[in-house]
């Protein structure tokens, strides 16, 4: 068997590459923007202490998430193919196994990350409609579930497909290219805006002021579950996505661009959320409580529709306008880990994009019916594979990999890298710190999941 087809990917197979390094670069920032970082980001800083949790947030990025980056971009640029094909062909034949698990995982997190972007949609169309602005707590009750949210369930997924179908130089880098900047001005100037309103400063206290009165476990646990989630790390959307780069691209930097930029974005989203909420009084109240869902689908609407009129309705278009371009930008990735293992099998990439449109909008319609479930799903669900996924990732890299290709992994990961290398202290990283960082998250993420269940039933 050559390395050219080991999961069965037919000879010579010609593999779609990124056009340059700046769309490439994009569509990994893109993977990794989106409601994580708008949605959740600013709502755990608050709670977990502000600025004491932005450190540790940074510091876990730093120590495990560029790390981790870096991991998953090496292992894609090594092998050339989808994570089936990676991990079959690094690891030998029953890692693959481990390969189709990752594509099941990110087919499921697409069931559940697409009905939230269908939320952002509704909100997009139906913010001319005055049943919204007379009672945006109502609205959102009347749209979270319902043959509605199935609907633009359909939307959402039909979009992404219409992206993934063109291929990645001609349908993701495309699409990233537009997506990224648009994000960029809706959220700075949405940011700049909350600034200039009357009490943002408040926001901006409630937002930062380090209290490390909540300092626990459970803010390391938070802030290092927050890195991971929000880097796209665990997933293998970043190994998909470094497999159609080319073996002389400089990692280093790339895994220090996404990381930062992926902090940076998270940071300028809590400023624009803040002050919105001091400037209309709505800190503290239970819309505001209910986690990143409430804040940004409950509390902020509701400033929006005191706002009212021309602007209120402006602000609607742009707020969610933002969600969906940052949810968009990520759900091309999620959808592009199952498409590439079945085109690497030679399925013609249009059927593989359609079947697995199909099996996600199908996966999605208990949620888009129960948003009971959707959060369930969405939270400690996801989480514990998550964990579970990075943690196998990294003991693959950090203990596998030579002893199965004779290769010194440190050298693969510096590969193409000049002046700035990361790999030895990455890989040491790798090896000894972040397994053992990521199986303490698993027990606790195990923990809760045990209680979410108990609660369900
Ligand atoms: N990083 C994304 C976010 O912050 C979530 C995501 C993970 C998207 C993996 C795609 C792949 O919302």
């Not at 206290?205 to 909540?214: A, S």
């Not at 709505?282 to 902020?300: D, K, M, Y």
């Not at 000049?418 to 027990?443: E, K, Y």
Request: no cysteine; charged share 10%.
């Amino acid at each position: 068997m050559t390395p050219g087809n080991a999961d069965g990917a037919p000879a010579g197979l010609e593999r779609d590459a990124w056009g340059s390094r700046w769309g490439y670069v994009l569509a990994m920032v893109g993977s990794a923007v989106g409601l994580g970082n708008i949605v959740r980001f600013p709502f755990v800083t608050s709670e977990q202490g502000g600025a004491v949790f932005v450190l540790l947030y940074v510091v876990a990025v730093v120590l495990f998430g560029i790390p981790m980056l870096l991991t998953e971009l090496t292992l894609g640029r090594r092998s050339q193919r989808s994570v089936v094909g990676t991990f079959e062909e690094l690891g030998g034949g029953h890692w693959g196994k481990f390969g189709v698990a990752l594509v099941f995982f990110n087919v499921f997190v697409m069931s559940w990350f697409s009905v939230i972007g269908a939320w952002s949609l509704i909100y997009v169309w139906e913010g001319l409609n005055p049943a919204y602005w007379d009672d945006p707590t109502g609205f959102f009750f009347s749209i979270n579930e319902g043959p509605v949210t199935l609907g633009f369930h359909a939307v959402f997924i039909t979009v992404t497909v219409g992206i993934v179908a063109f291929g990645v130089s001609k349908g993701i880098e495309p699409a990233v290219k537009v997506l990224l900047p648009l994000l960029g001005v809706l959220l700075v100037g949405l940011a700049v805006y909350a600034l200039t309103l009357e009490g943002a400063m408040e926001g901006v206290r409630y937002y930062l002021e380090p209290d490390f009165g909540v300092l626990s476990a459970g803010t390391f646990v938070a802030a290092a579950g927050q890195a991971f989630f929000s880097l796209s790390v665990g997933f293998g959307a970043l190994i998909t996505y470094a497999s159609y780069i080319d073996r002389e691209s400089n990692l280093s930097t790339d895994s220090v661009t996404v990381g930062f930029t992926d902090v940076g974005v998270a940071l300028v989203a809590g400023f624009l959320v803040f002050p919105l909420l001091a400037a209309f009084a709505l800190l503290g109240t239970p819309e505001a409580a209910q986690g990143g869902i409430g804040v940004a689908f409950l509390a902020l609407p509701n400033a929006f529709a005191t706002i009212g009129g021309g602007l209120g309705v402006f602000l609607v278009l742009v707020f969610f306008g933002l969600l969906f371009v940052a949810a968009l930008s990520s759900s091309i990735s999620l959808m592009e880990v199952g498409v590439s293992w079945v085109t690497d099998r030679g399925v013609p990439r249009w059927k593989g994009v359609v079947l697995l449109g199909l099996v996600m909008y199908g996966l999605g319609i208990p949620m888009a019916f129960s948003s009971g479930l959707l959060d369930f799903a969405a939270g400690a669900f996801t989480d514990t594979l998550l964990l579970g996924s990075a943690f196998v990732i990294a003991v693959f890299l950090g203990w596998l990999y030579r002893g199965k290709l004779g290769e010194d992994p440190v050298v693969e990961m510096d590969r193409g890298a000049s002046g700035f290398r990361l790999g030895l202290a990455a890989f040491w990283l790798i090896r000894f710190v972040i397994p053992v960082v990521l199986l303490g998250l698993f027990v606790v993420a195990v923990w809760t999941l045990v209680g979410d269940v108990g609660a369900l039933l």
